[in-house]
């Protein structure tokens, strides 16, 4: 038997993450905060790359080692999964464009930096409930899924802590638009 790299994408992700923590903690001080880390509103500077940068890479950083498995704890268990189901090149695509979305988001909205791939598990939960979908049907799956979880986050979101709420809805967003608008392969 041999070990196989069976999703690209997720796997790719996961140690480019754990990377970037490993280096942030120990040989690269600041790492996570200077490259890794989305500003809130009034802190992007149009003339910094590394603010545009940050618009997708915060998906990439995390606080802590108790952080980043919290997110790859789902994300490599659910990954896999739709990677094989949609491909690797378009799972690829939308966890971009969900970091790109909960990125824009957080700068126009909310005055509080983000960080971490949240949104990315939150995105993944809910297209996994499309896994059994056809045309012209709503999985009830989706809805229990949309129910439990988003439900969860809005409640949450009137809470004062640490987490944004807010990136976990607006990544169950766009899994579920990619979830009705995307054909598997």
Sequence with gaps: MKLKYNAPAVLTFAVASALVLLLS???????????FMVPGRGGFRPGDPRCWISLVSHVIGHADWNHLFSNFSFILLLGPILEESYGSVSLLVMMVLTAL????????????????????????????SFTNFSRG??????????????????????????????????GGFCGSLFGFFHTKK
């Design 137 to 170: 049907e709503i999985p009830l799956t989706f809805l229990l899924v949309l129910v439990i979880y988003l439900g969860r986050e809005i409640f949450n979101s009137f809470s004062n802590n640490n987490i944004s709420e807010f990136a976990h809805i607006a």
């Design 25 to 35: 903690t120990t040989l690269i001080r600041g790492l996570t905060v200077n490259w």
């Design 101 to 128: 979305v909960t990125g824009i988001l957080n700068v126009l909205i909310f005055s509080s930096p983000l960080l971490g791939a949240s949104g990315i598990v939150f995105m993944m939960i809910l297209l996994a």
